[in-house]
């Protein structure tokens, strides 16, 4: 390769690098952003979320209610505003119940095997085989509905992804030269797997969890949608479009609006999710 050639390719690797920088940073802080919003909502709102006027019910969006009126006149804009608290934060909560029960599963069965392994993965199996949505329906069902336990129901199908996936990378970094060096120094296992190994694979189950929030916001939704989540009258964006369905046709505002807001911050959750595995990719950290 010419001179000229390599000093080309060098400087498009090093747009390239800065621009993948860039979008994680622009995302990272489209999150912050929505995590702020999220958490001083009820502050936020222009209105009491809850008052109720039937003088008010069903108007179209307007100056003074931007986006709207329930059927109850209660105001969409803040509804919307406080549905954000309960479905983002609920949500980074059954994530991060999840990814640390799964990854924990995962390491044990990895590097301990045995029966152990093979009971464990064998359950796994058994959560994989059913349809999530189906199988937390039924789940949740039996439960009851509320917030809790609709956590509860997307966690126990929602654990196996990442066991199988901690699983794998356990293995693969079972054999390591390092690791070897590890128990010849005396290290205890609980050491070595949680010291040793789990900085080695948190990476790719950092990046499954953040793309991973997405899905666990649309079935949240799903589970409030169908009555098995949020109770009213708290605001949860799944349960305000279930209260709008039925008069989609002569308010559609009743379930865009909550429906704008669930799209807006699955997009970004998964664009920064998509972002980060760029930015973690191998071949790019050999670049940098």
């Not at 952003?33 to 999220?38: G, K, P, S």
């Not at 990046?207 to 009213?232: K, Y």
């Not at 865009?256 to 799209?263: C, D, K, N, S, V």
């Amino acid at each position: 390769m010419s001179k000229t050639k390599k000093t080309i390719t060098v400087r498009r690797q090093k747009i390239k690098k800065n621009h993948v920088r860039e979008k994680l940073i622009f995302f990272t802080i489209l999150v912050l952003i929505l995590l702020v919003i999220a958490a001083f909502a009820r502050k936020l709102c222009p209105y009491d979320p809850d008052m109720q006027d039937l003088l008010l019910a069903q108007k179209p969006p307007s100056a003074e209610h931007i986006l709207g009126t329930d059927r109850y006149g209660r105001d969409m804009l803040s509804r919307v505003l406080v549905g954000s608290t309960t479905s983002i934060y609920a949500t980074l909560l059954l994530v991060a119940l999840i990814t640390v029960v799964g990854t924990a599963i995962g390491i044990i069965c990895g590097w301990c095997g045995g029966i152990l392994d093979t009971v464990l993965m064998r359950v796994s199996d058994l959560f994989l085989a059913f349809p999530s949505l189906v199988f937390a329906l039924a789940v949740a069902g039996v439960l009851g509905g509320g917030i809790q336990n609709a956590i509860i129901a997307l966690a126990v199908i929602g654990w196996p992804k990442f066991a199988r996936l901690a699983r794998g990378l356990t293995l693969a970094q079972k054999d390591s030269t390092y690791l070897m060096a590890v128990r010849l120094s005396g290290s205890s296992t609980f050491k070595i797997m949680f010291k040793h190994i789990l900085p080695n694979i948190a990476g790719p189950i950092l990046v499954t969890s953040i793309l991973d929030i997405g899905t666990m916001m649309m079935e949240l939704a799903g589970l409030s949608f169908l009555g098995l989540g949020v109770q009213p009258p708290m605001a949860e964006w799944g349960s305000m479009i279930n209260d709008g369905r039925s008069m989609l046709q002569i308010s559609p505002w009743m379930v865009l609006a909550p429906g704008l807001a669930i799209f807006i911050t699955v997009m970004i959750f998964n664009l920064l999710g998509d972002t980060l595995r760029d930015y973690m990719d191998p071949k790019e950290r050999t670049k940098r």
